[in-house]
């Protein structure tokens, strides 16, 4: 408990990746993935229930060796690669309420898929959410100027276009508006955001900007990458 206020924080571990078969068990700097954020969320005394929502038991076994309960497996429309991360959250977060006889004020997502996680980027995204109305807080990272949009080309009938149609005027990336993407390192949401407005992101959702290298999990490249940072970047 933080502030008075209750915290749930989920771990999504769903089975089944086509660009890494059994991704989220694929290791870093000697953990998986799962086993990754579990310890770093076990860090956190103020997290009163830690859950892995998966589809698979070897997955959940792996779980709870790492601080991470799990107490159902997903049902099968949770499960496939088109599931939406809404529902997903939606149902760990009722199925725990259920369980526990308790009700959260917060709840924490933190993707397996994002390796270098740390405990401050956690308590910072928490904590922004505390202080303020907001309905949502998540982490960003600036995205680099090199594909930004004011940059990039499409293709029409063979030939390169400019994505925006201000693209010809930008001659520096000094010109260019600082934008960021989501980098899954943690999310945190009011229950009423995902239970009442049924949404991750509103108009009333804040970022908070990491500025350290980080990485998604998405491709075998990306773990040689990941395994290059965790040798550089201090925990």
Known sequence: M????????????????????GKNLAKIGGLSLIARAGEVLARIPWIDRRVLST????????????????????PDDLSHDRAGALETIVHALKACEELDGLIYDLVILAEPTSPLRQTQDIESTVKSVLKSEADSAMTVSAIDTKY?????FRIVDGTLKFYLSTGPTVTSRQQLEPLYSRNGLCYCF??????????????????????????????????????????????
């Open 55 to 74: 589809d698979s038991e070897e997955y959940a076994q792996e779980g709870r060796a790492h601080g991470l309960d799990a107490p159902f497996l997903r």
């Open 190 to 235: 009011r229950r009423a955001t995902l239970l009442t407005k049924g949404a991750l992101i509103t108009q009333n959702s804040i970022p908070v900007v990491i500025s350290r290298p980080v990485v998604n999990i998405d491709e075998p490249l990306d773990l040689l990458w990941a395994e290059f940072l965790i040798k550089r970047v201090p925990e």
């Open 2 to 21: 933080i502030e008075g206020k209750t915290v749930l924080a989920i771990v999504p571990a769903r089975s089944g990746s086509k660009g890494i078969p």
């Open 148 to 152: 930004h949009p004011g940059k990039v």
